[in-house]
């Protein structure tokens, strides 16, 4: 028993370097009870908020179509929003099973308490809102089974003319019961999928991200995947 608490103590450290070493994105705060989640991104709150397009393929050399996301908290919510340039939007719907996601055009949020990433949380979202949600632990133990805390998700998407915008509301009580909101900071990756072709019932896999996972192949199930959402 005594040697386990060393092992423990690393973990917890080599977490808080996770944390303290890795980029940031800094969500601002607005008054509570304003934001409204239309899915077009159009409340005026928006334009207070921190524009990030530092989206890229990590594993190509092509650049990669426009991706924006920006990021606000009120106390009660952390809202999302996902602006996304694409001219051929793919959606699969057969048995509208939630997994059908994983066929289609989509944005991603995974989040973890700490760097062993044992659990971590996973919300891949397409173009008409429909959610693949999902509890995981390193290395690509994934329960598909698992649901986001019921009422504490909501997700309204738009299409737009070269694209779709995703907006996102997730409850900060939820983020608080699953772990993952400590000392105002979310350890988050960004991710998004965008399929070229599909083709019974196969798609084309193109992988984009706000950071450069350390993996010689696409990979966002890794600690070098995720930065750091600080709540300002």
Not at 54 to 59: A, K, L
Not at 75 to 81: A, E
Not at 162 to 188: F, H, M, P, T, W
Request: glycine share 6%; charged share 25%; with cysteine.
């Amino acid at each position: 028993m005594r040697s386990s608490v060393p092992i423990v103590l690393m973990a917890i450290f080599f977490g808080s370097m996770q944390f303290a070493s890795a980029q940031t994105y800094f969500v601002k705060r607005v008054p509570g009870n304003k934001m409204k989640i239309t899915g077009k991104g159009d409340s005026p709150d928006w334009n207070k908020a921190n524009q990030l397009t530092d989206f890229s393929f990590p594993w190509e050399v092509e650049k990669a179509p426009v991706t924006s996301f920006a990021a606000l908290w009120d106390g009660d919510w952390l809202y999302c929003l996902y602006q996304v340039k694409d001219d051929s939007v793919i959606t699969l719907v057969n048995k509208n099973d939630k997994l059908e996601v994983g066929a289609c055009d989509r944005v991603e949020i995974f989040m973890t308490p700490d760097s062993t990433m044992t659990p971590y949380y996973c919300l891949e979202m397409d173009a008409t809102g429909r959610v693949l949600d999902y509890r995981a632990s390193y290395y690509r133990k994934m329960d598909y089974s698992w649901k986001w805390p019921n009422e504490q998700l909501i997700i309204k998407t738009s299409a737009i003319k070269d694209g779709y915008i995703v907006e996102v509301a997730i409850s900060i009580q939820s983020l608080k019961e699953l772990g993952l909101l400590r000392n105002n900071r979310i350890l988050a990756g960004l991710f998004r999928a965008e399929r070229n072709n599909l083709r019974e019932g196969k798609a084309g896999l193109r992988w984009i991200s706000w950071l450069k996972p350390n993996s010689a192949k696409p990979d966002f199930h890794i600690p070098s995947a995720f930065g750091v959402l600080v709540l300002e």
